[in-house]
């Protein structure tokens, strides 16, 4: 009977290609490990430039435009760095330069700068936005909705007038022919002389259609009194000729929905007469305006308490009586 004798298998006793693995050189395979982390690091560094440079531009942005390209320029609002790479003072130095090449007509307005009326200063022909300025006329003489200067005075034949904001409402039908139209055109243009740079009055002649002062042809407007806009509204007053019939209403609810602190209405006309519906319809259109009412006549005044006192008491205005028989024709 034979016996079986197991015997452990030693280092010794493996194959030599077994050996020869186990014993790779320690420097080559340090070689091995640091090629495979400087590759990844490389891959890595590649990866994150690439998502740098495709990042889209977030919201928040400001956008400079370059006509002259036709691109447009993202800077970043809240990070250190422009989209291509430029540190914070790099891209506030292209901002600004960009910013000095643009005309000053494209550059973005002040938050303040077109709420501030300019008067004289500002008659280079821009159309403002927000609230209106006094150089947003394409003529001159800035349209306003506004009372932004304060209360002055001014008077048409005595009756005087006081706040920002005038209209004045003129008959100019063929009755006013000659020495009465020419006499209330020169106290047209006297009363504006009065006014600040920062009033604002308007202009309507009337006979059966009424006739606006309009610099840019917009119908009827508030205008600044600065010097362009009392010079062209002269040059309007002016070129106005006595024609047609008379036509009163129209006229003075085109005034009343400027909501003027103050109306001069002026006229000669007897016939036809406001009626009793007719100063109801005034008076419900008027949001507070004082409505002075001239009227021309021949003779002293008779004391009659015609149309043209009531339409002054019931809007709290004053009547002025103008005796007009020594006046040229």
């Not at 977030?58 to 400079?64: C, E, K, P, T, V």
């Not at 001159?140 to 009372?147: F, Q």
Request: hydrophobic share 35%; net charge negative.
């Amino acid at each position: 009977m034979s016996t079986s004798r197991t015997e452990a298998i030693q280092p010794n006793d493996h194959p030599q290609w077994v050996q020869s693995r186990r014993t790779m050189p320690a420097w080559l395979m340090s070689m091995l490990m640091h090629g495979l982390v400087l590759t990844l690091l490389i891959l890595t560094v590649q990866s994150v430039s690439k998502g740098i440079g495709d990042e889209p531009a977030r919201q928040g942005s400001i956008a400079l435009a370059n006509r002259s390209e036709n691109t447009t320029d993202y800077f970043d609002g809240d990070s250190s760095q422009s989209a291509d790479g430029q540190s914070t003072n790099d891209a506030q130095q292209t901002q600004q330069s960009v910013a000095d090449a643009m005309p000053a007509a494209d550059l973005p307005p002040s938050p303040l700068g077109d709420l501030l009326p300019r008067g004289d200063s500002a008659l280079s022909g821009q159309e403002a936005t927000g609230l209106p300025s006094a150089g947003g006329m394409t003529q001159g003489g800035a349209t306003s909705k506004g009372g932004l200067g304060n209360d002055g005075k001014t008077s048409v034949f005595g009756a005087e007038g006081e706040g920002s904001k005038f209209v004045y409402v003129f008959d100019r039908s063929a009755s006013m022919t000659g020495g009465p139209l020419n006499a209330a055109k020169q106290e047209l243009i006297k009363s504006l002389h009065d006014l600040d740079k920062l009033h604002q009055f308007a202009i309507i002649f009337y006979n059966e259609n009424p006739q606006v002062f309009s610099p840019r042809g917009n119908g009827p407007e508030l205008v600044f009194a600065d010097e362009q806009g009392k010079a062209l509204a002269e040059r309007f007053v002016r070129g106005i000729i006595a024609s047609g019939s008379t036509q009163h209403v129209d006229a003075l609810a085109m005034a009343l929905n400027m909501k003027p602190d103050v109306i001069f209405f002026l006229t000669d006309a007897e016939q036809p007469q406001l009626f009793p519906a007719d100063l109801d319809r005034i008076r419900k259109l008027n949001k507070g305006t004082s409505i002075h009412a001239i009227e021309f006549g021949y003779g002293p005044f008779d004391g009659r308490r015609n149309f043209l006192v009531k339409l002054a008491d019931e809007n709290d205005g004053k009547h002025v009586y103008v005796d007009i028989s020594g006046f040229r024709r």
